[in-house]
């Protein structure tokens, strides 16, 4: 059992010129390049020109190539993701190795990964060890409660958590419940932002490992709509620029939220917007590595906040709609009341869509100045090919009077990571390369 990479397995990648307009544009939908790996990754080659695999101690970044040639093939990616039982514990933790290197020889690969990663994790119901919890003391009653689960307050030592639980009414939701729970986690994991909620792992409530907790910080201030309506003399827009900080790095990574509204934006101790509840959550990407599950406005997304072109059947939420629901957050800040307030029913909700109806009225409210209510307009225009991207709406924020939230001290480890290093958790489990490489030579030989 050795460490999953070698001291020079990421010395000073390069990048393809591809690879360079890959990481301008984040969001495009490229197929995967061609491997052409640096010199000091390129390893010895055997007689059919496939990486040298027969010791059993195989070099790092050998393991790196073959895993780079499984992505790129549609039946070995298959292959990949049937994977179950201790092959794919094993490959989960080599995956989000990968992911853990602050670097890898080429851009696409990160992306690609993650996009591994979600799918075996959710294929499976299985998780990277060091995110498995012990130790965590659950409080009841019951909290709060959505959409599709319940909210428990915990305790680990001396630090508060929240404990999100899949609410379960049947037994033939378990194994679908599992599969969101572990996308979710998977997708919240990677996400290390000062206006993201933390992930800080998962808990399992019973021995059989049927009742899973996504864990994070607990937030005494609550969300941001009720922690306003309690504090009404405190400015807004911080809060406004807050969120969509939080969106655009979202938006840079690659994920669509799919469920902003504010019940969903919690207020952490210092006074800052955090996002939450990734429950709804995309990975908009190319038909290469299709992934998007859980997306669609009636699969659980709150049409108050819907964009009108999610009510087509099979639409699935994208960056065009998460702008459509920030416009609507902006509006409960502002005024305090939800968009579409005066409707009692979603009927009347999608009758007002299908009419073209603006969330926000069509008055500008006195509490709302004109170029905040310039953008509020932008944002909520029906067509979502006319809405504004983050990175616009955080420079005109940028630009308008107390939007700055302060300085935001930048962390050596993400906050999650610190808190799993804090109770022991957070060590990578050891890998046994040999047998990764046992488990991609299957997979190569189909």
């Known amino acids: 059992m050795i ?10 990648p390069v990048y393809l010129e591809k690879d360079k307009e890959t990481a301008q544009d984040r969001f495009s939908d490229v197929r995967i390049p061609e491997v052409r790996w640096p010199k000091i990754l390129r390893p010895k080659r055997n007689k059919d020109n496939n990486p040298d695999s027969t010791g059993s101690n195989p070099d790092p970044s ?4 073959t895993f780079s040639l499984v992505l790129e093939t549609p039946e070995k990616r298959k292959a990949l993701q049937e994977l179950a039982g201790p092959d794919a514990q094993l490959m989960i933790d080599y995956i989000h190795s990968i992911l853990l290197q602050p670097e890898l020889p080429i851009v696409w690969l990160r992306k690609h990964s993650r996009i591994a990663l979600y799918r075996l994790c959710a294929a499976s119901t299985l998780y990277p060890q060091c ?4 130790g965590i003391v659950k409080f009841d009653p019951v909290e709060a409660s959505g959409g599709f689960g319940d909210v428990y307050k915990a305790r680990h030592g001396d ?3 929240c404990l999100k639980v899949i609410r379960l009414r049947r037994r033939s939701e378990l194994e679908p419940a599992l599969k969101l729970c572990a996308k979710e986690g998977m997708v919240w994991g990677e996400l290390h932002h000062p206006n993201i909620l933390p992930f800080y792992g998962i808990y399992y409530l019973d021995e ?11 937030m005494d201030r609550g969300d941001l709509v009720t922690y306003l309506k309690n504090n009404p003399s405190l ?5 406004i620029h807050d969120i969509a900080s939080g969106l655009e790095y979202l938006h840079f990574e690659g994920v669509v939220h799919g469920d902003i509204k504010g019940a969903n934006v919690l207020v952490d101790d210092s006074g800052r917007a955090r996002i939450a509840d990734f429950g709804l959550v995309s990975i908009p990407v190319d038909q290469t590595l299709a992934y998007s599950h859980g997306a669609t406005a009636p699969s659980g ?23 459509w629901a920030f416009g609507c957050v902006c509006y409960e800040i502002f005024v305090g009341k939800a968009p579409f307030y005066e409707c009692t029913s979603d009927v009347q909700i999608m009758a007002k869509l299908m009419a073209d109806a603006s969330p926000i009225g069509s008055v500008q409210p006195s509490q709302i100045d004109s170029n905040m209510w310039a953008l509020m307009e932008h944002c909520c225009t029906p067509d979502p090919v006319g809405r504004p991207e983050f990175r616009v709406i955080v420079e005109k924020l940028k630009g308008s009077p107390m939007t700055d939230p302060g ?7 993400p906050e999650g990571q610190q808190f799993l290093n804090k109770m022991g958790e957070g060590k990578s489990a050891s890998i046994d390369l040999g047998r990764v490489q046992q488990i991609f030579n299957k997979i190569q030989q189909g």
Do not use: H
């Open 407 to 413: 300085e935001v001290p930048v962390e050596v480890l």
């Open 3 to 12: 460490s999953a990479f070698g001291k020079e397995a990421f010395a000073k």
């Open 62 to 65: 050998d393991l790196l190539e």
């Open 301 to 323: 997304c709150s049409y108050r906040w819907t964009a009108p072109e999610l009510l087509d059947g099979g639409a699935n939420t994208t960056r065009a709609s998460d702008v």
């Open 235 to 239: 400015p807004r827009t911080p809060f």
């Open 131 to 134: 995110y498995v919890l012990k």
């Open 159 to 161: 630090r508060l958590l």
């Open 208 to 218: 059989r490992r049927e009742q899973v907790c996504l864990v994070s910080p607990w």
